[in-house]
């Protein structure tokens, strides 16, 4: 079945640093491929995402590229802000009936001012 | 904005107790799901549905059950309350293959 890996947390920054948080995938097919945040207290909101090969997705400042050949879509921001802070997620929809999607465990981001 | 609301936002209740969430949206949008939360486990789907009275078990069905008697209200019931079930649960809508997600409620099961 369909399965997201994430880097385990928490990943703590100082603010300005350089992000990447990594994400790779097993699905059948070509599936599309999202990053979701959550901030304290709150439900998940879209990030961004990407739906085919060799495409970037990007949103914020944060960036991810689906790259076929490695199974990956990893999270990459230049320069973090303490706002910043929050849990991030990566899913991935297979073409399926139901549109569900698959998420990895979770990557929090600590950033310290 | 999805305009996706769920209620209660926060329940304590004791073990063997029912317990009934609320998942409403305005959109009419045609599928909708439920989520559970957990620390490791990233979220993990419960039930879903794809039209009123049609629904279908996720990864972690156990001990759930659903109902969808309206287009816009899913409910998800928890029979007979145990422990195990103490999470945070999300409702979730689906529009362009996207999903929009609630604001969760957290549930606790003495």
């Known amino acids: 079945g369909d399965s997201v890996t994430q880097m385990e947390g928490p990943v703590t920054l100082s603010e300005e640093a350089f992000l990447t948080i990594n994400c790779t995938y097993t699905a059948t097919g070509y599936p599309s491929l999202f990053w979701y945040v959550q901030y304290p207290g709150e439900g998940l909101q879209l990030l961004l995402k990407a739906t085919k090969a060799d495409d970037k997705g990007s949103n914020k400042g944060f960036e991810a590229t689906y790259r076929k050949e490695t199974t990956s879509f990893h999270l990459e921001k230049g320069s973090v802000q303490v706002s910043d802070s929050a849990v991030y997620f990566c899913?991935?929809?297979?073409?399926?009936?139901?549109?569900?999607?698959?998420f990895g465990g979770g990557t929090r981001l600590m950033v310290k001012p | 904005d999805a305009g996706i609301t769920q209620s209660p936002r926060h329940k304590v209740t004791e073990t063997g107790t029912p317990v009934t969430l609320r998942c409403h949206q305005t959109?009419?949008?045609?599928?909708m799901y439920w989520y559970r939360q957990d620390p490791g486990h990233g979220l993990r789907l419960i039930h879903y549905?794809?039209?009123?009275?049609?629904?279908d078990k996720g990864e972690v069905s156990d001990g759930y059950s659903v109902s969808r008697s309206k287009t816009e209200d899913f409910l998800l019931t928890l029979e007979s309350a145990t422990s195990s079930q103490t999470s945070v649960y999300f409702c979730a809508i689906s529009a362009n293959r996207e999903q929009f997600f609630g604001p969760g409620t957290r549930l606790t099961v003495l």
């Open positions: 899913a991935l929809s297979s073409y399926n009936a139901g549109n569900m999607l698959t």
């Open positions: 549905s794809y039209g009123v009275k049609d629904t």
């Open positions: 959109e009419n949008h045609r599928y």
